[in-house]
């Protein structure tokens, strides 16, 4: 991400760095909507590769590590990144800073499970479909991307950020050879639990469910 929204979001955690408030989308812990999708599929990663987009802090990449996920996590804030690794002395993460908009070649189809949650909301409307297109282009052969984003409905103006995501936009993760495999509207109908898939050697079929 580049421009205004990323130095505003650097501000944000700098801010929380000099006692100023927290990050408003910082839960403090593993996602409840991250949590209880892993725990209904008995999620174990058994040492396959796992990235969180937009990290933050690092709490659902710390709990997808501790779960057997050999797991990376990245910002594009530097200072939500140096303090992850501060906050995780002893972690097992790969903290890195980086680019949603840039991301390095060699995360493409590399990772098992892509877990996105707010990050694409948080950028301008202009900048989703790329953004999301860019996620799902790291989802390896059988793997799968989780989606937890909160809702607008179709025409709805919102003034962001962040800019919550319609059906629509919902859909373009499924790119790429990624099938939407299913929605839930949670929380009330509040939030999108997306998950989407890509099948063996990048095909659209018999792809491997959590």
Not at 50 to 66: K, M, P, Q, R
Not at 123 to 128: A, D, G, I, L
Request: glycine share 10%; proline share 7%; aromatic share 10%.
């Amino acid at each position: 991400m580049t421009g205004e929204p990323s130095s505003m979001f650097e501000a944000i955690y700098a801010g929380a760095e000099a006692g100023e408030a927290k990050p408003p989308w910082d839960y403090g812990a593993p996602r409840p909507q991250l949590v209880e999708w892993a725990e209904a599929r008995d999620l174990a990663g058994g040492g396959r590769e796992a990235l969180v987009v937009g990290c933050g802090y690092g709490a659902d990449a710390e709990f997808l590590a501790l779960l057997g996920f050999r797991t990376t996590g990245f910002d594009f804030a530097p200072t939500a990144i140096a303090a992850a690794r501060r906050m995780y002395p002893a972690s097992k993460v790969n903290y890195l800073v980086a680019d949603v908009l840039d991301l390095p070649r060699k995360w493409q189809r590399r990772f098992d499970l892509v877990v996105e949650s707010l990050t694409v909301q948080s950028m301008p409307p202009e900048q989703h479909t790329a953004a999301a297109q860019n996620i799902a282009a790291l989802v390896a052969p059988e793997g799968t991307l989780l989606v937890l984003a909160t809702t607008r409905d179709e025409g709805s103006e919102v003034k962001g950020p962040p800019w919550p995501l319609t059906r629509a936009e919902l859909e373009e993760f499924a790119s790429g050879g990624l099938i939407l495999r299913g929605v839930e509207r949670i929380e009330s109908g509040t939030w999108w639990r997306a998950e989407l898939s890509r099948g063996a050697g990048g095909s659209t079929s018999h792809a491997r469910q959590f």
